[in-house]
């Protein structure tokens, strides 16, 4: 849980230290515009923008009533990051899991990937697919089961 939080609590840190300076200059239009794109960079970063996440045997028993895929992620991945974004609305229609707080699930992406966590990790109908393109990930969520 604590690894999550690393990278976004750093940006908010840095993000007061740059602000700092031009609110002391009494520069305060510069530093508040620097310390909300610190802010905006720590929330994007944070597990906050993605749907919460549940574990892999609970994702993988929906997944297996409901045809949905299930996404395995880690906050601060870029790549996860973008499948996020474009999927907008979508994304809440996968199951989620966390690998850095579901052991099971970090398993799961290691025995797919030659012992790494490489993610995005989907699991659909059984198979898996390392980092695939947003737009084949949609049409998979949009195909009636």
Sequence with gaps: MRRAWTGPVLLLIAGAGAATGPF??????????????????????????????????????????????????????????????????????????????????????RGANDGNETVPTLLVAGRTYTNPDPAWVREQVSQPR
């Design 24 to 109: 002391v200059q009494g520069r305060t239009g510069t530093g508040a515009v620097l310390l909300l794109v610190f802010v905006l960079l720590a929330g994007l970063t944070s597990p906050l923008v993605f749907p919460r996440s549940i574990g892999a045997p609970e994702a993988r028993r929906r997944s297996a009533v409901d045809g949905r895929p299930v996404v395995f992620w880690r906050p601060g991945c870029a790549y996860c990051m973008r499948l996020r974004i474009r999927l907008g609305r979508k994304a809440r229609r996968l199951h989620w899991v966390d690998i850095w707080r579901d052991e099971a699930g970090a398993e799961l992406v």
